[in-house]
């Protein structure tokens, strides 16, 4: 409740102008506005466990759907699981047609290919098989189909009028949560970033996670996915938004992470690590997407627009240095010592959890510095207009603490040197 002081104007009056001050001044640590209250939104059937793509059946024969369009890459459409999707829908009475030229980070130009795939296949529903990326193609594309206009329209928060047109998912990589979440993105070539779309419209109406269709990801895909879904955890813990809810989720998903993700590394086959993996992108998505993301994500955003290095790999090299910059603040100290707690750290410090996260993706594959990561893809010369972008981003309006322009540009450099 707002307090009028011994001047007449209001504490949040104060704290606007305090806020505008400070920016003027290039100052940082303004706080964003703390939220209303906590919308929670959840997808309304999901299915997980190994073989659990066949319980999609019965429900598109309820759906009555008769034409479904499904939405992949070609890796995917070549591996044979696009086609198990296919055998499930076509048995319950859906005929498919078949889109199958999903980029990683797509792009606006893949979405309008997908719509218009969609329009001339006269589709009922989109069927995602894939990671973020043809999740997220499904989810712009559906957006668009029901409430008309670009796809650019759409960009940042609850822009479209009514809820797309069904999308059903099932999920391959562990992974973005984008199968569970209110987010999607789509790369915008024009300005060489990521837009981010927030916005419960786009919410899928089934959702699998089964592993027979995670089973096939390498070493490498494993862990990048793998951190994006820490990070998402990590991020939900420290965002405004964070309540009990997404706490609950969050902390869970980031022991889980913390125990499984190295064992699904080493070995893909693992069934158990694969299905507590699965079981934990999606907490982690649930946690994010009622709690908000921060810094890391909006930097990361900013950074795969411009080099279009996988998104997951984005995360992994920026959260240790995100999470320095943002450790001096006390809240986020407090929370940090929770997460601490969560990776059941022998020290229950911020920086036990900075140390943990860099320790983690190097053992893990990732580049321990952005040079290395980023080698031919990006020069510091960019780091500017990086920030730029990033302090625009959706993702930034969540993190606990504003940074100035300098002191994004710092972060970026520091994760490009290697300097914790
Ligand atoms: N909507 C959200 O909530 C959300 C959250 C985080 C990230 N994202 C977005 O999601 C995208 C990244 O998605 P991603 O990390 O899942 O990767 P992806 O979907 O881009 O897939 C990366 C590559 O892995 C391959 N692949 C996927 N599954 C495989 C499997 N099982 N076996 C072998 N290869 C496989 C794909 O063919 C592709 O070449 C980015 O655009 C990112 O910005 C969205
Ligand atoms: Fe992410």
């Known amino acids: 409740m707002n307090q009028e002081n011994w001047?007449?104007?209001?504490?949040?009056?104060?704290?606007?102008?305090?806020?505008?001050?400070?920016?003027?001044?290039?100052?940082?640590?303004?706080?964003?506005?703390?939220?209303?209250?906590?919308?929670?939104?959840?997808?309304?059937?999901?299915?997980?466990?190994?073989?659990?793509?066949?319980?999609?059946?019965?429900?598109?024969r309820k759906l009555g759907i008769r034409r479904a369009l499904i939405v992949t890459d070609s890796f995917l459409a070549g591996n044979g699981a696009a086609d198990r999707v296919r055998a499930v829908l076509e048995e319950s009475g859906a005929a498919c047609a078949l889109f199958d030229r999903v980029q990683p980070n797509p792009t606006v130009q893949v979405v309008n290919e997908c719509i218009a795939r969609a329009k001339e296949t006269g589709a009922e529903l989109l069927a995602a098989v894939g990671g973020g990326s043809a999740i997220d193609t499904a989810k712009a594309a559906s957006i668009v189909l029901k409430n008309g206009g670009r796809v650019e329209d759409y960009e940042g928060v609850n822009k479209s009028r009514e809820p797309g047109i069904p999308i059903v998912v099932v999920n391959t990589t562990a992974g973005t949560g984008s199968e569970c979440t209110t987010f999607y993105i789509v790369t915008d070539p024009s300005r060489g970033t990521k837009m981010a779309m927030i916005d419960p419209n786009c919410m899928v109406a089934i959702a699998v996670n089964d592993i027979d269709f995670m089973l096939s990801m390498p070493p490498k895909l494993t862990a990048s996915t793998g951190l994006d879904a820490l990070t998402h955890a990590i991020e939900a813990a420290c965002a405004t938004g964070a309540n009990p809810y997404t706490d609950h989720d969050a902390y869970w998903a980031i022991t889980a992470v913390t125990e499984y993700l190295p064992r699904a590394v080493r070995n893909g086959k693992d069934p158990e690590a694969r299905e507590m993996m699965a079981y934990a992108e999606n907490i982690a998505g649930m946690a994010f997407s009622n709690a908000?993301?921060?810094?890391?994500?909006?930097?990361?955003?900013?950074?795969?627009?411009?080099?279009?290095?996988?998104?997951?790999?984005?995360?992994?090299?920026?959260?240790?240095?995100?999470?320095?910059?943002?450790?001096?603040?006390?809240?986020?100290?407090?929370?940090?010592?929770?997460?601490?707690?969560?990776?059941?750290?022998?020290?229950?410090?911020?920086?036990?959890?900075?140390?943990?996260?860099?320790?983690?993706?190097?053992?893990?594959?990732?580049?321990?510095?952005l040079r290395e990561a980023a080698a031919g893809k990006v020069t510091p010369e960019a780091f500017g207009t990086l920030a730029d972008l990033a302090l625009r981003d959706s993702c930034m309006a969540t993190n606990l603490i504003t940074p100035t322009r300098g002191e994004v540009i710092q972060t970026y450099e520091n994760a490009w040197n290697g300097n914790l």
């Open 7 to 60: 001047s007449g104007i209001t504490e949040a009056e104060v704290e606007q102008i305090v806020r505008r001050v400070l920016a003027a001044q290039g100052y940082a640590a303004a706080r964003p506005e703390k939220p209303a209250g906590h919308r929670i939104s959840a997808v309304k059937t999901s299915f997980f466990g190994q073989g659990s793509v066949k319980m999609l059946g019965p429900e598109i």
């Open 292 to 369: 908000g993301l921060g810094m890391v994500h909006a930097m990361a955003h900013a950074l795969g627009g411009h080099s279009n290095l996988p998104h997951g790999v984005c995360n992994a090299v920026l959260l240790p240095y995100v999470l320095r910059y943002n450790s001096r603040d006390p809240e986020i100290r407090r929370r940090l010592e929770r997460v601490a707690e969560a990776m059941h750290l022998p020290e229950r410090t911020p920086e036990a959890v900075i140390r943990k996260t860099h320790q983690m993706a190097v053992e893990l594959g990732i580049p321990p510095t």
